[in-house]
Each structure stands twice: as C-alpha cells, then as structure tokens.
C-alpha cells in the first residue's frame, strides 16, 4: 500500500550565549549536570491487538579519577488490554537519565529506553483506527566553566503506525516524533516536533517551551492529541511508540576522562529495533 504523508514540522529554537573570556588555568572545583526524561500514554482505542510486547533496557557509566560522578538511569513499559473493560486498555512507558559531577577530571553517562508494540490489529472494511495519547519529554544542563565543563541531554518520544498486511514490508501510516539535543551552552539546541497528517493535538493541553542561558538549558514537551485513520479496505496494523533518552557530564581533562568518554560511547544503547511480526 502506498501512502503519502502530510508532514507538519515544528522547530523551537534554543537562544544560547557564553561568555568571551579564557580562562588561564583549571579551576580547583568544578560542576555539572544532566538530566532527559520522557513519558507516554496511549488510550481510548477503536481495537486492541492481538498481541503485544514491552521492552526496557538502560545502561550507565561513571569515571571519576578526580572528583565525583553520579549516573542513574530508569525505564518502564507497560501494554495492558482487557475487551470486558474498554476503559482498561492502556499503553505507557516512562524513561529517565540523570548525571552529575564535581570535580577535576570525571565523566558519567546514563541512557535508558522504554518501548510498546501492539501487533495485528484488525482493521474492517470502511472502518476509522483511532486512540488518544500524552506524552512529555523534559530535558536540563547545567555548568558552572562553561569554557572547561561539558553536559549533554538527548531525548525522543517516537510514535509509528504501521499497515502490516504484508508482513514482509511495513508500511507507515502516521506517526509523531518529540525530540530534542542539549549541549553546552554554544552548541546548536533545538526542540522538534514531526507529524504527520493522521495526527491531531489538543491546543489546549499542548506546550513547547524552551530556554538558554550562560550555564543552563532547558527543553520541555507536553502534548496530549489523538491518531484517527480511515481505512477502505481490510487491513492489518502495528503500533509501536517508545521513549528514548541519554544524558552526559565530563571534565574533558586530563587526557584518561577524554579516553574514557570514547570507551563510555562504544557501549551506547541502540534504541531504535525494527518491530518484529513473529511475536507469540
């Protein structure tokens, strides 16, 4: 089946500064921290799957050779269906990576995701597939030495309907992308959000705020909408939606924090997998 989506972009730029001056020698105490959370529910659905599966999985990291370094990381995924109760079925997740460090020389990493997928629902001829959703994404750096300290945070909530008549070949129907990337103050920082043409949100329980200063940014996404699409034949759909977050702290020297942050990178999750159909 082909389909050609309708893409709404919607980009919220982050205003950065930093300040000119170089600073002559490395201060003797230094901060940092980083944090990316995401949360999601879905709802309120035409037809529940056949079956379902969540996933979870984290990962974190924490050098300090001089200093401190704290890293923390959570994931949860929950798909719950009952057909005796149309007001129990629910999908949610919830993902958060959190790090701090002080000191002369640290690094932490935290990353973590949360997935949901409902395969085969069955969709009849002449009928609307729909279900609402909220989701949040919330993301925060903070420095002292701009010049010497570096934070990062990195978050998406992704969302994807897929007809999966052939099970061979998936093919998107409509989805919704929140993402967002912190770096030092400097660094380009922006909050997005893709859509596309199935997708509708509620304006009044919908916010997209974002800030930058010398030492500190911040994104946040609070969304609450609803997915509606006809179809004029039988049909097979699958949904997945997942959150994904990575949060990061250093003091890049001496040279052994930076070897060490190329170590930390190596071990990194791989959050996006290819749904699978073969599911029990």
């Not at 990353?111 to 009849?124: D, T």
Request: contains cysteine; proline residues 4%.
């Amino acid at each position: 089946m082909n389909n050609r989506l309708h893409v709404t972009r919607i980009v919220v730029a982050l205003a950065t500064s930093i300040g000119a001056g170089v600073l002559a020698a490395i201060p003797a105490w230094a901060a940092t921290f980083s944090s990316s959370e995401t949360t999601f529910t879905i709802n309120h659905f035409s037809d529940l799957p056949l079956n379902i599966a969540n996933s979870t999985n984290t990962n974190i990291q924490a050098f300090a050779p001089d200093g401190l370094a704290k890293s923390n990381a959570d994931a949860n995924a929950l798909f719950l269906t009952d057909v005796s109760n149309q007001f129990i079925p629910q999908a949610n997740g919830s993902s958060s990576s959190v790090v701090s460090g002080s000191g002369n020389s640290y690094s932490a990493l935290a990353q973590s995701v949360a997935q949901v997928v409902g395969y085969s629902f069955q969709i009849g001829r002449g009928e609307t597939f729909s279900f609402d959703f909220t989701n949040s994404l919330n993301l925060k750096t903070a420095i002292d030495q701009p010049s010497l300290e570096t934070a990062t945070a990195i978050g998406t909530i992704s969302l994807g309907l897929f007809d999966a008549a052939d099970p061979n070949s998936l093919t998107l129907l409509d989805f919704l992308t929140i993402s967002s990337n912190l770096g030092t103050p400097g660094s380009s920082n922006a909050l997005t959000v893709d859509q596309s043409a199935g997708i509708t949100f509620s304006a009044r329980q919908t916010s997209l705020n974002s800030a930058s200063e010398d030492k500190q940014s911040s994104a946040s996404a609070s969304v609450q909408g609803s997915l509606s699409h006809f179809f004029s034949n039988p049909t097979s759909l699958l949904l997945v939606e997942y959150g994904s977050n990575q949060a990061t702290a250093a003091v890049p020297e001496p040279s052994s924090v930076l070897a060490s942050l190329v170590c930390i990178g190596l071990l990194g999750i791989r959050f996006w997998r290819k749904p699978k159909l073969n599911q029990p």
